[in-house]
């Protein structure tokens, strides 16, 4: 998966039917490796989303603006200064190279009119935002480029800008198709080694990434692996000529409509034009939108990205203290297994007892008939030093121990049992989160429970996020709790004492409820509640996930127990494969 040059081509397309003349209204940077543009104009509002982060570069208008700092970072202050209330002249893309130039009119302290430039360079782990003058000089970028990170091109503010450099390969905009395909032919025919063709064309061709080459390899071959040893057949030949000049054409005349590939359910990868290669094994989605596509495609992956970076803290504490936790109730396991274990102290101390005149100061053991195992012979080691007397209370004091020892351990592994339940149960919670607010609920009910310290002043209240709203087919609403502090008070408090209650069985997740208001679910409400429930569970990605069922009046919570913890009879129990619903 990659966006190519090719699909550049049409993104920049894209920016320029919409949001030309438009005004830069608003400037965002949702983290280091992001920078939203509010654009507004005749056409509408809109948000172009320009991303350098690794493994999802993109520039496309969005839909899922990410969520933004309380403070913005320095670089954002200088976008806002220079480029809100500039109008977008144009974007703009050199031959089908991975960049788009996005050209504003923007005024300077003095009123006059100068050209600033934002290059988004779409390339993978080497991307970039680089904000550049009209005298070709960089103002800044996301990422600063110095001598230790590369020898060859600089990224700072104050250098000149540079273009990355350039590949020696074919544009296939460049010229009449005719003479683009057979400058491709003789290249491809120049090879030596025998390549795989897919991995040829990617050598040859600029800006066209792994599918596109697959594509024209698969359509050439008609479904076989080519290499370029097959060129030398004439049928081949033709064949390749023939769509490597269709897709010149298209690229052309902007001609393409794109498509996604649906592999079980999550999206594979996405090409500018149609996708064959897979054939049964794939799902192919056609959109109307290039930014659309490339939208839904990188939006789970990125708000998994983007929390991770959020809660890297919240991650590395809970994996710390589970790691504890195990340890400590593995300790106490073995110990407790040891104190299990003590009937023989008890039976020593009276076979001592029964063989006091037998045993004289000194003796370092002594050979008795337990009386206790149809008495056999039975060694008993003895202390020196003590006397018999002493010996004897000294295995009933071990005996005494083990048994108190026995007692405390047994409540200590119950609660270590029950922290590091509730330790899952939050990191499950985590792992949902979607927003920055979901986080703050899951750092402030950490704080509360003494895992981690908050800082020390007034602190500023944020209003409690709401329950996650569902509206089942069947026309009943369904509340979902975001973490466990949310799990308690909508069970406990919110939810009336004949509403249903939901939760998987055994599996850490959150408190679901049906609104009965009084009436009755039928079989179709408790299945699609369910799935709901399974989803929002560690059993996400499982099948046949158990959910639990009852009504909320039979669910209660322990005394002293931790948030989202609780207990519940008179259940039952459904099989379902969690769904992703459709919000409120």
């Given at each position: 998966m990659a966006l190519d040059g090719g699909y550049l081509r049409y993104i920049c397309n894209e920016i320029?039917?919409?949001?030309?003349?438009?005004?830069?209204?608003?400037?965002?940077?949702?983290?280091?490796?992001?920078i939203v543009l509010g654009f507004r104009g005749l056409k509408g509002a809109y948000k172009l989303l320009v991303s350098s982060r690794?493994?999802?570069?993109?520039?496309?208008f969005t839909e899922y603006a990410p969520e933004n700092p309380k403070v913005p970072p320095m670089l954002c202050m200088l976008f806002r200064k220079k480029l809100?209330?500039?109008?977008?002249?144009?974007?703009?893309?050199?031959?089908?190279e991975r960049i788009i130039f996005l050209d504003f009119d923007a005024t300077n302290e003095l009123g006059d009119h100068i050209k600033l430039t934002?290059?988004?360079?779409?390339?993978?782990?080497?991307?970039?935002?680089?904000?550049?003058?009209?005298?070709?000089?960089?103002?800044?970028?996301?990422?600063?480029?110095?001598?230790?990170?590369?020898?060859?091109?600089?990224?700072?503010p104050g250098l000149k800008y540079?273009?990355?450099?350039?590949?020696?390969?074919?544009?296939?905009?460049?010229?009449?198709?005719?003479?683009?395909?057979?400058?491709?032919?003789?290249?491809?025919?120049?090879?030596?080694?025998?390549?795989?063709?897919?991995?040829?064309?990617?050598?040859?061709?600029?800006?066209?990434?792994?599918?596109?080459?697959?594509?024209?390899?698969?359509?050439?071959?008609?479904?076989?692996?080519?290499?370029?040893e097959n060129l030398k057949i004439s049928e081949i030949r033709k064949r390749l000529v023939f769509f490597v000049g269709r897709m010149a054409d298209n690229l052309k005349?902007?001609?393409?409509?794109?498509?996604?590939?649906?592999?079980?359910?999550?999206?594979?990868?996405?090409?500018?034009?149609?996708?064959?290669?897979?054939?049964?094994?794939?799902e192919i989605k056609r959109y109307e939108s290039f930014s659309k596509l490339v939208d839904d495609f990188y939006i789970g992956r990125d708000t998994i990205e983007r929390m991770k970076s959020k809660s890297q803290d919240l991650h590395r504490m809970l994996s710390n203290t589970t790691e504890r936790l195990s340890r400590k109730i593995n300790t106490q396991t073995l110990e407790l297994e040891r104190c299990t274990d003590r009937e023989?102290?008890?039976?020593?101390?009276?076979?001592?007892?029964?063989?006091?005149?037998?045993?004289?100061?000194?003796?370092?053991?002594?050979?008795?008939?337990?009386?206790?195992?149809?008495?056999?012979?039975?060694?008993?080691?003895?202390?020196?030093?003590?006397?018999?007397?002493?010996?004897?209370?000294?295995?009933?004091?071990?005996?005494?121990?083990?048994?108190t020892a026995e007692q405390v351990l047994k409540v200590q592994l119950e609660k270590a049992k029950a922290e590091l339940d509730y330790i899952e149960a939050v990191s499950e919670s985590l792992s949902r989160a979607e927003t920055e607010g979901e986080l703050n609920e899951i750092r402030r009910e950490l704080a509360e429970q003494g895992y981690i310290r908050t800082r020390q002043g007034k602190q500023k209240k944020t209003a409690a996020l709401p329950v996650l709203k569902f509206r089942l087919s069947t026309g009943f609403e369904l509340l979902v709790g975001r973490n466990n502090t949310q799990n308690d008070k909508l069970t406990l408090k919110t939810a009336a004492k004949n509403d249903i209650w939901l939760h998987t069985k055994n599996i850490h997740g959150a408190h679901a409820i049906i609104v009965t208001n009084g009436l009755q679910p039928d079989e179709q409400t408790i299945k699609e509640a369910a799935q709901i429930a399974a989803y929002h569970s560690k059993a996400r990605e499982s099948s046949q996930v158990p959910v639990d069922y009852t009504l909320v009046k039979n669910v209660s919570k322990p005394s002293g127990a931790k948030p989202g913890m609780v207990i519940y009879v008179k259940n039952r129990t459904i099989y379902v494969t969690p769904e992703l619903p459709q919000k409120v």
């Open positions: 320029n039917e919409k949001a030309a003349n438009s005004r830069v209204e608003k400037v965002y940077q949702p983290n280091k490796d992001e690794a493994n999802s570069p993109r520039i496309n809100c209330g500039s109008k977008l002249i144009q974007a703009r893309q050199p031959a089908l934002l290059a988004a360079e779409i390339m993978g782990k080497y991307s970039n935002v680089i904000f550049i003058n009209e005298e070709g000089v960089v103002i800044d970028a996301l990422k600063r480029v110095d001598m230790s990170m590369s020898s060859q091109r600089q990224v700072l540079s273009l990355p450099p350039a590949q020696n390969k074919i544009n296939l905009l460049d010229g009449e198709t005719e003479e683009t395909t057979e400058k491709t032919l003789k290249a491809l025919e120049s090879i030596t080694v025998d390549t795989k063709l897919s991995k040829a064309l990617l050598n040859t061709i600029q800006g066209i990434s792994p599918i596109a080459c697959r594509e024209l390899e698969y359509l050439t071959g008609k479904g076989r692996e080519l290499t370029t005349n902007l001609s393409y409509t794109p498509h996604m590939a649906v592999i079980n359910g999550k999206p594979a990868d996405f090409f500018f034009g149609d996708i064959t290669q897979y054939g049964q094994l794939a023989p102290l008890r039976i020593k101390g009276d076979l001592i007892q029964a063989n006091i005149y037998r045993i004289e100061k000194g003796m370092s053991e002594i050979t008795v008939e337990n009386y206790y195992d149809g008495n056999r012979p039975f060694t008993i080691e003895l202390d020196p030093s003590l006397t018999a007397t002493q010996n004897s209370q000294k295995y009933y004091k071990s005996y005494r121990k083990a048994k």
